[in-house]
């Protein structure tokens, strides 16, 4: 979304280059006692719709913090649009104008209401007060909340706290949106609720996701499933899409 000037990485192009690319990408803990993940390479076009499975500890929150820099590679690099994006302030740019993110935890402010909370994602981008809980308030219509909008979200239920964050995630347009378990503290009704969102959002031409999710029926409504273990990509496949509303049966 052009809230500002926009991001010069994220508006250069280099035509074949995918979204995002991870080179020869590994994490290392702990002085090399922990390998996160093993020299992973992974390109993801744009409005690609990713699943990223595996077992707990296999390192796919290690991927996904790289692919928004929250993290960086022990080894290896992280390509926007085939261009290598360097240091904090070039990640922090992309991720204002670009990369939208959602947590399993929700990481909203307990303080605020949820229109707030939304708001804040707005800041920064030369925007009045009013237009920006104008906004605010357009995406909590979004995601089916205006009526609870100026609840604390810690009055809201984990649910309705989950399409707040979702909100929040999609308040500037990214281009890339992030997901990591996002139904993973959701009871089933409220994961299907979340997820079906999630899915609706990928309407939105623009919107390239990547899902990471322990439930299979969630992964396998997204075209293109990427198995981790131990840190290394061991499947990277395209599913058909399963095009009805999912009883989803289990959070992710
Ligand atoms: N900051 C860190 N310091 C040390 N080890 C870490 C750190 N971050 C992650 N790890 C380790 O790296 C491995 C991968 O962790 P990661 O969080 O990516 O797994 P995950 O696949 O997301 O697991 P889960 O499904 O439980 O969320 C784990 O063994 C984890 O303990
Ligand atoms: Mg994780």
Redesign the pocket.
Known sequence: MNLNSPDPQSEKSSGAAPLVALRGVS?I??GGA????RNVDLEIEAGDCVAIV????????????LLCGI?YPSAGAVLWNGQPVRGQAAWARLRRASIGIVF?EFNLIPTLTALENVELALFGHGLSSRRRLGRASILLDRVGLEPRMHSRVTTLSGGERQRVAIARAIANEPTLLLA??PT?SLDSANAALVAELLFKLREHPKMTIVL?T?NEALAARCPRLVR?KD?SIVEDVRNAIVAAPMACESAS
Do not use: F, P, T, Y
Not at 54 to 65: H, P, Q, R, W
């Open positions: 994490r803990h702990d922990i390998a996160a993940l595996g077992a707990s500890g296999s390192g796919k929150s290690s991927l996904v913090n993290d399993q990591d378990e993973g990471v322990h981790i840190g």
